[in-house]
C-alpha cells in the first residue's frame, strides 16, 4: 500500500517537473511545442497515477472522462478567429471544476472544518464561482450571443464591491462557525451574481485584459483547491496560472494604459463614455487601389499595421498574398503588432501566422516604432485607436498616454478603412486628416485584393 | 500526505516565483498559446475530481465529481489540440535561424 503512495507521489513529482519545462519551451517558438507534449505527457501521467489510488470506483470516473474527451475535442477545432472565446469558455470550465470540488469538499467535512481548511476553502469556491459566471459572460460577449456595448449604471462599483464583500463576510462566518451550513450555498449564488455583474460595463475593447484577468483568478482559485486537498501538484499549476494570467492582465492594462487597480478590481470601461459628438469635415486625401499599388511597389520598406478589423473582414489571406507580392519585387514588409490588436494578448499574431506568414516579421509595438521614421509607406488595415497620435499629444483626448505604433513618423500612411466612422473608443483620429496620409476607403479584403491584382498584374 | 499551512505556502510562493521567471520569457507572440496551455495545464484539477468521483463518499460528492471530471477534461483535451494547432503555424521566413 505504501508502495502505492509512493509511486503516485513520484508521478506527480515528474508531472510538476514537466509542466515548468512546458511553459520554459515556450519561450521560443522553435521549442514550442515541445512544451505541448511535455504537457501532454505530465498531465498524463499525473492522471495515471492519480488512477491507482487505492479504493477507487472507475465507473463515474470513466464516463466523466470520456464525456469529457467528446466536449473536449471540438473544442479545441475552433476557429482561430475564435480562440479568444473558446479560451473564455475553458476559463469558465476550468472555474466549474474548481468549484463543484470544493463544494463536494464541503459537504464532505462540515460542520467539523478546521479554520484554514475553511479560510482556503471558501477563497476556492468564491474565486471559482466568479470566474465561472465571468467568464461565461465574457465568452458570451466574444462570441456575440451577447451585447458588446458595455452596460453601466450609477453606483455599479458600489454594487459591485458590496456584492463582493458580502461573499467574503459570509466567508469570515463560517471560518469561525462551519456548522451554519446553510450560509454556504449564498456564499457561491453571491460570486456567480458577481461574475455576472463584473462583465456587463466591460466592452470589446477591454477584452484583452478581462480574458487575462479572468485567466488569473482561475488560476488562484485552482491554487486554493490544492490547499483544501493537499496537493502540492495542484497548488504549483495553479500558482503557474495564476502567474501566468497576472502577467498578461498587466501588458494587457499597459497597453491600454489603464492602472492596476483598475484592472484588479474589474472597473474598466468607464472611458467607453467618450461621445462620438463634433463630427469634423475636414479634407482627407483618399486613393484609388492603382494608386496605392504604384506607391508600395516603389517603397523600399513597408510596414503593415493589422487591427481587428482585419480580421472581421477575413482579409488575412489576402495580406499574406500582399506580403508575398511585395517582398517578390524586393520591397521590405514588416507587420508592426499593437499587444491588444486582437481579442486576447498574441491573438493577431496567431491570426498572422495562421495566414502562413513568417513569424519574423511579426514585431511588437516597442521593436518597430523605432523603425517609422525610417519607413516610405505605413500600411494600416483595420486597426484605429492603436495608431492614434492624439494619445501622444492631446493631453485632452481619452486615450492620452496610451502607447501607440508611431506610424505618423512613417513618409506615406496608408489607412484602409470602410468609411470614417470613428473606432471602438469613439474618438476621432487626427492621422486621417495629415498631409501624407491616404485614405483608402472600402473593405479590407477587397480593397488589398485589388491592390495584389495591381501589382501582380502589372509585373505579368 | 498531509500539508502543512506553511509547507503549502513556501510551495505555492516558489511556484509563483518561477512561474513570473519562466513566463515573462515567453515571447509576446506566443501569449495566445501561453494563455491555452496554461488553461490545460490548470486543468490538473482533473486530479482532485477523479478521486472525489471515484472514492463516492456521498451522493453528491459522486455527482459534482463526474461533472468536474467532464470539464477538466474537456479543458485538457480541447486545450492541448488547440495549443499544438496554434504552435504548429508558426513558422519562419529563413529555413533556419539560430
Redesign the interface.
Known amino acids: 500500500m505504501i508502495a502505492t503512495?509512493h509511486v503516485i507521489?513520484i508521478t506527480y513529482l515528474i508531472?510538476t517537473a514537466l509542466?515548468?519545462l512546458?511553459?520554459?519551451w515556450?519561450?521560443?517558438?522553435?521549442t514550442?511545442?515541445h512544451?505541448?507534449w511535455a504537457?501532454?505527457a505530465?498531465?498524463l501521467l499525473?492522471?495515471v497515477g492519480?488512477?491507482m489510488?487505492h479504493?477507487?470506483?472507475?465507473r463515474?470516473?470513466a464516463?466523466?472522462?470520456v464525456?469529457?474527451?467528446i466536449?473536449?475535442?471540438?473544442?479545441?477545432?475552433?476557429a482561430?478567429t475564435a480562440?479568444p472565446q473558446?479560451?473564455a469558455l475553458?476559463?469558465a470550465?476550468?472555474a466549474?471544476?474548481?468549484t463543484?470540488?470544493g463544494?463536494?469538499?464541503f459537504?464532505?467535512r462540515a460542520p467539523d472544518v478546521p479554520k484554514?481548511m475553511m479560510g482556503v476553502l471558501s477563497l476556492e469556491v468564491i474565486l471559482g464561482a466568479l470566474t465561472f459566471t465571468g467568464s461565461l459572460m465574457a465568452a458570451g460577449k466574444l462570441q456575440e450571443v451577447l451585447p458588446q456595448r458595455p452596460i453601466t449604471y450609477k453606483g455599479q462599483n458600489i454594487v459591485n464591491l458590496g456584492m463582493l464583500a458580502i461573499a467574503v463576510g459570509i466567508a469570515v462566518m463560517l471560518v469561525q462557525h462551519p456548522e451554519k451550513m446553510y450560509l454556504f450555498p449564498l456564499m457561491i449564488i453571491i460570486p456567480l451574481l458577481f461574475g455576472v455583474m463584473m462583465i456587463i460595463p466591460i466592452g470589446g475593447a477591454d477584452m484583452p485584459t478581462v480574458?487575462?484577468l479572468l485567466?488569473s483568478y482561475?488560476?488562484l482559485s485552482?491554487?486554493a483547491?490544492?490547499?483544501v486537498?493537499?496537493?502540492?501538484?495542484?497548488?504549483?499549476?495553479?500558482?503557474?496560472?495564476?502567474?501566468?494570467?497576472l502577467?498578461?492582465s498587466v501588458?494587457m492594462s499597459k497597453a491600454m494604459n489603464r492602472s492596476f487597480t483598475n484592472v484588479l478590481f474589474g472597473a474598466f470601461g468607464q472611458e467607453q463614455n467618450a461621445v462620438a459628438g463634433e463630427k469634423e469635415t475636414r479634407p482627407v486625401r483618399s486613393a484609388s487601389p492603382e494608386e496605392a499599388a504604384g506607391i508600395l511597389a516603389a517603397a523600399s520598406k513597408v510596414v503593415i499595421v493589422p487591427g481587428y478589423g482585419m480580421a472581421v473582414a477575413q482579409a488575412q489571406h489576402k495580406v499574406r498574398e500582399l506580403y508575398d507580392a511585395l517582398t517578390k519585387k524586393g520591397v521590405d514588409v514588416k507587420f508592426g503588432?499593437h499587444?491588444v490588436a486582437?481579442r486576447?494578448?498574441?491573438?493577431m499574431?496567431?491570426l498572422l501566422?495562421?495566414a502562413?506568414i513568417?513569424?519574423?516579421?511579426?514585431l511588437?509595438m516597442d521593436d518597430i516604432n523605432g523603425d517609422f521614421p525610417q519607413t516610405d509607406v505605413a500600411l494600416i488595415i483595420g486597426a484605429n485607436d492603436v495608431t492614434n497620435p492624439a494619445a501622444r499629444e492631446d493631453k485632452n483626448s481619452p486615450i492620452y498616454g496610451m502607447p501607440i505604433l508611431d506610424v505618423d513618423k512613417a513618409r506615406t500612411v496608408m489607412v484602409i478603412k470602410r468609411s470614417m466612422a470613428a473606432g471602438f473608443a469613439g474618438i476621432d483620429n487626427p492621422l486621417y486628416y495629415l498631409d501624407k496620409t491616404l485614405m483608402l476607403f472600402g473593405d479590407a479584403r477587397n480593397f488589398v485584393g485589388l491592390i495584389v491584382r495591381e501589382l501582380t498584374g502589372g509585373h505579368g | 500526505m498531509n500539508l502543512d499551512l506553511l509547507t503549502g505556502l513556501y510551495v505555492f510562493m516558489l511556484a509563483a516565483f518561477i512561474g513570473f521567471e519562466v513566463i515573462r520569457r515567453v515571447s509576446p507572440l506566443l501569449h495566445t498559446p501561453l494563455m491555452s496551455l496554461t488553461n490545460a495545464l490548470d486543468a490538473i484539477a482533473v486530479v482532485g475530481a477523479i478521486i472525489l468521483a471515484g472514492e463516492g463518499k456521498s451522493t453528491l460528492a459522486t455527482i459534482l465529481g463526474t461533472i468536474a471530471i467532464v470539464a477538466a477534461t474537456s479543458n485538457i483535451v480541447g486545450g492541448f489540440i488547440i495549443t499544438d494547432r496554434m504552435l504548429k503555424m508558426f513558422k519562419t521566413s529563413a529555413p533556419r535561424k539560430p
Do not use: Q
Not at chain 1, 26 to 30: C, G, H, K
Not at chain 1, 229 to 245: C, E, M, P, Q, V
Not at chain 1, 344 to 347: D, E, Q
Open positions: 503512495e507521489e508531472a509542466f515548468i512546458s511553459l520554459k515556450l519561450s521560443s517558438p522553435a514550442a511545442r512544451g505541448v504537457g501532454e505530465g498531465m499525473a492522471i492519480t488512477l489510488h479504493g477507487l470506483t472507475y463515474w470516473v464516463i466523466g472522462l464525456l469529457g474527451t466536449i473536449g475535442v471540438p473544442l479545441g477545432k475552433v482561430m480562440v473558446r479560451t475553458s476559463h470550465f476550468g466549474l471544476c474548481v463543484l470540488v463544494t463536494a469538499e459537504y464532505l484554514f480574458i487575462s485567466n482561475a488560476g485552482a491554487a483547491m490544492g490547499f486537498l493537499s496537493s502540492k501538484l495542484l497548488i504549483i499549476a495553479g500558482a503557474l496560472d495564476g502567474a501566468s494570467g502577467i498578461l501588458n503588432i499587444p486582437g486576447m494578448p498574441g491573438h499574431n496567431v501566422a495562421e502562413d513568417p513569424y519574423d516579421k511579426l511588437e
